[in-house]
């Protein structure tokens, strides 16, 4: 797991360290001496930690003038045990929403289990983003599955083409206008 690194072909872009807007502002980082784990296994160093023992982060990009916000996650979303959507709501979330984002983009493709429980968070976040939305792409097919029988589906856009998006190859704009399309089609169906 120490091998995972957030993605790092933005950075040039963007560095949630170095944004005063951010609530990772001024945080350094090791490049050699891992700290945090998942299930016993080191993590990368770059990986932020928000307060979960399971979950962690990192603010890939962040557009205070197109309200959005791009967010690469990292282990176990553990709701249950752990109340995660806590941490993420109030150490991440809201720093961003009192920048004026509303639209954020979660990349889940390392989230290696969803553990549901209440979904007042989940209300709480989305009755918080007025004309904007959740987008969660290319989350494994397990995690979606739980998400849905969680009900929390009704919260965060999942699934569909979504699950599809090869936003490596694509900037942050263009990341955003793909998903932004794909929301307004499912809002207009």
Not at 12 to 37: G, M, Q, V, W
Not at 89 to 106: S, W
Not at 120 to 130: A, K
Request: net charge negative; with cysteine; proline share 2%.
């Amino acid at each position: 797991m120490h091998n995972l690194e957030p993605f790092y072909a933005w950075r040039h872009l963007y560095n949630a360290s170095e944004d005063e807007k951010s609530p990772f502002y001024e945080r350094e980082y090791s490049e050699t001496e891992c700290i945090y784990s998942v299930y016993n296994y080191y993590i990368h160093p770059q990986w932020d930690e928000m307060g979960s023992a399971t979950l962690y982060v990192k603010i890939l990009f962040a557009d205070y003038h197109q309200h959005y916000c791009i967010i690469e996650l990292l282990g176990e979303w553990n709701d249950l045990l752990y109340n995660d959507i806590m941490f993420l709501k109030r150490n991440v979330v809201e720093a961003m929403l009192d920048k004026g984002i509303n639209r954020f983009i979660l990349i889940g493709e390392n989230v290696l289990n969803f553990h549901a429980d209440d979904d007042s968070y989940y209300q709480e976040w989305f009755d918080d983003l007025e004309d904007g939305w959740i987008a969660c792409i290319n989350f494994r097919e397990h995690v979606l599955a739980e998400i849905q029988r969680g009900r929390l589906d009704y919260y965060m856009a999942t699934g569909g083409k979504l699950n599809e998006v090869s936003w490596r190859t694509l900037n942050p704009a263009q990341l955003f206008t793909v998903v932004d399309n794909l929301i307004n089609k499912r809002l207009n169906a």
